[in-house]
């Protein structure tokens, strides 16, 4: 599925055909979030197992992971690194069991924002619940907590292909001491080369691919002639 702004999910194509494509197009990690685990706590392991199977690079793994039990099913399923949102905001040790447990490096901090009254404000239950920390303040407080890494998304720029966030990644990259990946928003290469430009540590995408017809290489093709460092093979 792809949403626009967490809304109007689409379907783009079998989960399973999805990931195999990717796996033979030199993407350099995959993220996959269950949308209906975040929604309803239904987890459909027997699938995850399967897609997991079927990916070749470091696979990222979230939605609804709750407990540790949770992270340790998805760990267990195939996942290098576990995705933490919803539950950060009301069980922040949570994230730092499952750092003490696995390493800090295979957690997740999924970080949404959604902006009010031009403040950064954290989201989460898939974008439906405003929390009262700004963006920043998450970030900061989750790199406390053991994250390794920021997964950083907004909202209101998910899937509509008008470009990152520069300004926000650009804020709180530089607050931070671990690495942050930018989501949401991509719509060229271009739009990448701005991002890493801004603090980003890498870039994820989604729409692009699959409405576009851009290929994982060309964007690389591109970001290399711009003089940053990707894998091209």
């Keep these: 599925m792809k949403p626009v702004g967490f809304q109007e999910d689409r379907v783009v194509g079998d989960a399973i055909a999805s990931v195999k494509v990717f796996s033979k197009r030199f993407a350099d990690e995959m993220i996959i979030i269950d949308i209906d685990a975040t929604k309803n706590g239904h987890r459909d392991l027997t699938l995850i197992k399967k897609l997991s199977r079927e990916c070749v690079m470091p696979l990222t793994l979230g939605g609804g992971i709750s407990d540790l039990m949770g992270a340790e099913d998805l760990f267990a399923s195939g996942a290098d690194k576990v995705s933490i949102n919803s539950s950060f905001y009301s069980n922040p040790s ?51 907590y053991g994250a390794g890494e920021i997964l950083l998304n907004r909202v209101d720029k998910d899937g509509t292909m008008t470009g990152y966030d520069t300004d926000l990644i650009r804020k709180i990259s530089g607050s931070i001491e671990i690495p942050l990946v930018a989501v949401g928003g991509c719509g060229s290469g271009a739009d990448c080369v701005k991002a890493v430009k801004a603090g980003a540590s890498a870039v994820a995408a989604g729409s692009i691919f699959f409405w576009v017809g851009e290929s994982i290489m060309s964007i690389k093709e591109h970001m290399n002639a711009e003089g940053l460092e990707v894998r091209l093979l």
């Design 94 to 144: 949570l994230m730092s069991t499952i750092a003490a447990r696995f390493g800090s490096q295979a957690v997740v901090f999924s970080l949404d924002i959604k902006i009010v009254d031009s403040i950064s404000y954290a989201v989460s239950h898939c974008g439906s619940v405003l929390e009262s920390i700004t963006g920043l303040d998450a970030a900061k407080k989750a790199a406390d």
